[in-house]
């Protein structure tokens, strides 16, 4: 990442710059958990996807520049969102702002975060680009109610599954490349060939995010392994597992989600390893992962192009 990082690094710093100009408020403890959270680091995937697009075709300029961090507000408030519902107490290797402020705090300033990006999305005054962000975000939250109506359901369908992580994450790297086009100029057909790169890869990352809950470091990851499991999400390993396992190990992990438990997570790994839930969820990651890399074959040939080839094999290929 730092590699793919470096092409594109003085833009990186201007929307770090930006982010943080942004994050002024009246109101101290917005800006007390705001600076939490983005200070936290992560990998910056969304608003460096952004500006790679611009500058694979052309240039990533200030209204580039001022897009990705519109896209880093959203992520980030939806993080805050999410850890509230998630009730969770660990992200990014620290306590998370919920376990530290308080869950009504980090709501509100998950809405500050929400509509201070499209404070921003109005400065850009490109109506197809406000149109884009706006739909973007509503699917978003449709996804984020539809995972919470998923939690404890262990008759989740892999078609199902994949309906939750496309419009709780891929919707959001799909929306960035799309804007990022848009942006630069191109014609719709240019325009939906990023908005399928982004889909792809998005999906292909929450796949292998959801594979890293069973057999990722907890180091590297900063977050606990099973958290997942203690949430009741039936992601596509313990899918997997609930069709082609054991009887035995169909019913620990019906029961595991159930109950929303990680009691006997080493069991569970133990059965989705054995039956290949975890094989089949890479195997189904690279999938989307070559239909994300066929849209990069329409762009111009050049550095960028590269590192968003090199993007698109991380988000497989990665420990966190």
Avoid: W
């Avoid at 620290?94 to 300033?109: D, I, K, Q, W, Y």
């Avoid at 939690?151 to 992580?165: M, P, R």
């Amino acid at each position: 990442m730092k590699t793919i990082h470096t092409s594109v690094s003085t833009e990186i710093q201007q929307v770090n710059d930006l982010i943080i100009d942004q994050l002024q408020s009246r109101v101290p403890m917005v800006e007390n958990i705001g600076h939490y959270i983005v200070d936290a680091g992560g990998k910056r995937l969304r608003p460096l996807l952004v500006l790679l697009c611009g500058a694979a075709l052309g240039a990533a300029s200030d209204r580039h520049i001022k897009f990705a961090a519109v896209i880093e507000f959203i992520h980030t408030a939806t993080l805050l969102h999410d850890d509230v519902v998630d009730i969770s107490s660990l992200r990014r290797g620290r306590a998370t702002a919920n376990a530290e402020f308080g869950n009504a705090p980090s709501v509100l300033v998950g809405d500050f975060l929400y509509t201070r990006a499209f404070q921003l999305l109005v400065q850009l005054a490109d109506m197809d680009i406000l149109r884009n962000m706006a739909d973007a975000t509503n699917t978003i939250a449709e996804g984020e109610v539809l995972q919470l109506t998923r939690a404890g359901d262990a008759s989740t369908s892999e078609a199902q599954y994949l309906e939750v992580i496309t419009n709780k994450t891929a919707i959001l790297f799909a929306a960035a490349c799309y804007g990022a086009a848009t942006l630069s100029g191109q014609d719709e057909k240019c325009r939906l060939r990023l908005h399928a790169f982004g889909l792809n890869l998005g999906i292909a990352f929450q796949i292998i995010d959801d594979v890293l809950d069973y057999e990722g470091n907890p180091a590297a990851m900063g977050k606990n392994i099973g958290d997942d499991l203690t949430e009741g999400k039936p992601t596509l390993p313990l899918i997997y597992t609930l069709q082609h396992g054991y009887t035995h190990e169909q019913d620990l992990v019906r029961d595991a989600i159930s109950n929303k438990s990680a009691e006997k997570i080493e069991e569970v790994i133990t059965a989705v390893t054995r039956c290949g839930g975890l094989d089949y969820a890479r195997s189904q990651a690279k999938s989307y992962h070559d239909l994300a890399l066929q849209q990069l074959q329409y762009l111009p040939d050049n550095d960028h192009r590269s590192a968003m080839m090199k993007i698109t094999s991380l988000s497989i290929n990665r420990d966190h």
